[in-house]
C-alpha cells in the first residue's frame, strides 16, 4: 500500500499569509495526487487534482506542485474562509489512501 | 447540478447488516467510478470500496473485504453499499463519491450518511 505523509498536521496563521502544505508518499507517484479542502460538518471539496490543476470554481490563491514523492499545497494568500482540514490523496493504485490531514486555523 | 444524495445509516448491533444507497442527479453514473470513501468520528478519510459503473471491476479495502458488497443500478442511477458482519470499527460518515477527474481524483461527494454500530 502507499502511505501518504502530510506536515504539519496542523498550523495556524494570519490572514494573507503565504500557507504551504507538504505531503509525501511512501512510493513514486505519476501524477495521480490530489488535495481536498474540508470544513466542519461538511464534505470534503476536490480543490486540486493531478499534482497541480485547478477545480474548477477553485479560487486561484490555490497551487499544488511537486513530483516524484514531494508535493505542495500552497495557498498564496491566505482568507478567512480557509480555515479547514486540508487533506492529500493518491489515485495512482489501490488502496486509494488519504494523508492523515492537517488541520489549518486562522490566527 | 451534479449532486449524490445518500441514505441508509442507521444504528445497528454488532454482527449485523446494513445497504447503503446512494442516488445519483444530473450525470449519467455509468460513465464513472465510483466510490464509498469513510471517515471515522472526528478523524480521517478512508477508501472504502470502488466500481467501475457498469459493473466490470470491483475494488474492496483489505478492512471491509468479504463483508461488503458494492454495486450498481444504471437503470436507477443508484449505487449500493451492502455492508454485513458489522463491527464497531465501521462505525463512520460514509461518503459516495464519484472519482470524476484525471486521473481519478474524486470531484463530487455526497453529504454522507452515519453508520454506528453499537
Known amino acids: 500500500d502507499i502511505q501518504m505523509t502530510q506536515s504539519p498536521s496542523s498550523l495556524s496563521a494570519s490572514v494573507g499569509d503565504r500557507v504551504t502544505i507538504t505531503c509525501r508518499a511512501s512510493?513514486?507517484?505519476?501524477?495521480?495526487l490530489n488535495w481536498y479542502q474540508q470544513k466542519p460538518g461538511k464534505a470534503p471539496q476536490l480543490l486540486i487534482y493531478d499534482v497541480f490543476l485547478l477545480q474548477s470554481g477553485v479560487a486561484s490563491r490555490f497551487s499544488g506542485s511537486g513530483s516524484g514523492s514531494d508535493f505542495t499545497l500552497t495557498i498564496s494568500s491566505l482568507q478567512p474562509e480557509d480555515c479547514a482540514t486540508y487533506y492529500c490523496?493518491?489515485?495512482?493504485?489501490?488502496?486509494?489512501?488519504f494523508g492523515q490531514g492537517t488541520k489549518l486555523e486562522i490566527k | 447540478e451534479e449532486q449524490l444524495v445518500e441514505s441508509g445509516g442507521n444504528l445497528v448491533q454488532p454482527g449485523g447488516s446494513l445497504r447503503l444507497s446512494c442516488v445519483a442527479s444530473?450525470?449519467?453514473?455509468?460513465?464513472?467510478?465510483m466510490q464509498w470513501v469513510r471517515q471515522d468520528p472526528g478523524k480521517g478519510l478512508v477508501w472504502v470500496s470502488s466500481i467501475y459503473s457498469d459493473g466490470s471491476r470491483t475494488l474492496y479495502a483489505d478492512s471491509v473485504k468479504g463483508r461488503f458488497t458494492i454495486s450498481g443500478d444504471n437503470a436507477k442511477n443508484t449505487l449500493y453499499l451492502q455492508m454485513n458482519s458489522l463491527t464497531v470499527e465501521d462505525t463512520a460518515i460514509y461518503y459516495c463519491?464519484?472519482?470524476?477527474?484525471?486521473?481519478?481524483?474524486?470531484?463530487?461527494w455526497g453529504l454522507g450518511t452515519t453508520v454506528t454500530v453499537s
Open positions: 463519491v464519484r472519482a470524476g477527474a484525471r486521473n481519478y481524483g474524486v470531484d463530487v
Open positions: 490523496q493518491q489515485s495512482r493504485s489501490p488502496p486509494y489512501t
Open positions: 512510493q513514486t507517484m505519476i501524477n495521480s
Open positions: 444530473g450525470f449519467s453514473f455509468r460513465k464513472y467510478w
